[in-house]
């Protein structure tokens, strides 16, 4: 007999709950583009603080600006994440973890230090 699978008309994407690990995975992913799309920005403050002294003087004034501070705190998370989650997806690639608890447990530590190293960073740009 054939019965009728009860599935979703509408996905909203608001509603649904990931599990830590999936949480983690798409932090992993957002902080890698994060990163990516940074390095043109840091191209071109390299080329400023390297041409000559005028240059130079609009360096500093945007990297003391507000914004850049900004900036560069929301990249000081998307390091430290990317850096700590890819040690973790590097270690489950070693089979090490690898259980349902393990991977809980890694993955919470990978959020919570991930946020620590924000915030050491972050005190450091703001002070």
Excluded: E
Aim: charged share 15%; glycine share 6%.
């Amino acid at each position: 007999m054939k019965t009728k699978q009860k599935r979703p008309k509408f996905l909203n994407l608001l509603q649904i709950r990931l599990p830590v690990t999936g949480v983690n995975s798409i932090a992993h992913r957002v902080s890698g583009t994060l990163l990516f799309l940074a390095i043109p920005g840091f191209i071109y403050l390299f080329n400023l603080s390297l041409k000559d002294a005028q240059t130079f003087a609009q360096f500093t004034q945007i990297i003391h600006s507000t914004s850049f501070k900004l900036i560069v705190t929301m990249l000081a998370w998307a390091i430290g994440h990317h850096l700590l989650a890819g040690i973790r997806f590097l270690l489950t690639d070693l089979d090490v973890g690898t259980s349902l608890a393990a991977s809980r447990r890694f993955a919470w530590t990978v959020n919570i230090a991930g946020i620590v190293v924000f915030a050491i960073i972050a005190a450091r740009i703001w002070s």
